[in-house]
């Protein structure tokens, strides 16, 4: 009976160490979660400069991901202010996303950019910010609208307050006054 006991122990532990075993060599994978961590809706961001509204972004949904990236697929509204704390531009776009790293942010989807102060509008399927440098710019088709002229070519530069702008291959009709 003795010799039983320890035979029987015997075959309960190498059973386990073969179900124990069996699993190394087929793993399962762990899969990492690359989608939004957080999400949040209507929401109002405002960037400032030593106590003045520089920026206000509107959106209907934000995607907060782990990274510090955001996406915005419901779109953006985005209104700068002037030293007036003026409303002196303003941008919309049907989607955009932020890009922590290069603190910059991609818009995409009926951009429309608005001089208030010029009275001037762009309209582009794409368009980039990027906050550091404080520029847009897009290599797609654009079409800006002053008060006197349609202005069409394919790539555009601009300060982010689209004041002073240069489309890069320009296409159409454009108004030049002589000098006197």
Known sequence: MYRFEKLFCLLIAISSLIACNSGADNP??????????????????????????????????????????????????????????????????????????????????????????????????ELHWDKVKRQIHTDKFVTVQTKTDIIQGNGLVSDDGFIHWKILNPTGNITVEQPQ
Do not use: C
């Open 28 to 125: 399962v994978p762990k899969v990492k979660y690359t989608g939004p961590t957080m999400q949040s809706g209507n929401i109002t961001t405002l960037y400032s400069d030593s106590a003045r509204l520089k920026i206000k972004l509107n959106a209907k949904m934000q995607w907060q991901f782990e990274n510090g990236d955001a996406e915005y697929p419901e779109g953006i509204n985005l209104s700068f202010y002037n030293r007036n704390q003026q409303v002196s531009s303003t941008l919309r776009a049907n989607y955009a996303k932020y890009d922590k790293q290069r603190d910059s942010y991609f818009a995409r989807g009926n951009v429309v950019v608005n001089n208030i102060e010029k009275g001037e509008t762009m309209k582009t399927e």
